[in-house]
Nanobody, 123 residues
Framework: QAHLVESGGGLVQPGGSLRLSCAASGSTLDYYAIGWFRQAPGKEREGVSCISSSDGSTVYANSVKGRFTISRDNAKNTVYLQMNSLKPEDTAVYYC????????????????WGQGTQVTVSS
């Protein structure tokens, strides 16, 4: 069973950058697809990006494509979400999740979730 902890959130000005980390304990992340999701106030949770457990292939939501980059460091048992050119509409609680599927874009396929980290983009 994977225990996930997100970190790296905070307050940033529009156009700024943040790097979120998803660290795991209790299990190695090598065997899981990892996804990042976010939930803004009053909105449903949405998928942001995911990375496969096999070949490192990635998927991004259209709203973040070209600005966000997901990566994994299996040696550190950590997955990252580099977020550049942040916009106010990126403000949300960001969650990482682990799936036993090789790749999963829908949150229903994720088994383990972190507690979330707040990202606020505001001047």
């Amino acid at each position: 069973q994977a225990h996930l902890v997100e970190s790296g959130g905070g307050l940033v000005q529009p156009g700024g950058s943040l790097r979120l980390s998803c660290a795991a304990s209790g299990s190695t992340l090598d065997y899981y697809a990892i996804g990042w999701f976010r939930q803004a106030p009053g909105k449903e949770r949405e998928g942001v990006s995911c990375i496969s457990s096999s070949d490192g292939s990635t998927v991004y939501a259209n709203s973040v494509k070209g600005r966000f980059t997901i990566s994994r460091d299996n040696a550190k048992n950590t997955v990252y979400l580099q977020m550049n050119s942040l916009k106010p509409e990126d403000t949300a609680v960001y969650y990482c999740a682990a799936s036993t599927f090789t790749m999963a874009t829908l949150e229903g396929f994720y088994d383990y979730w972190g507690q979330g980290t707040q990202v606020t983009v505001s001047s």
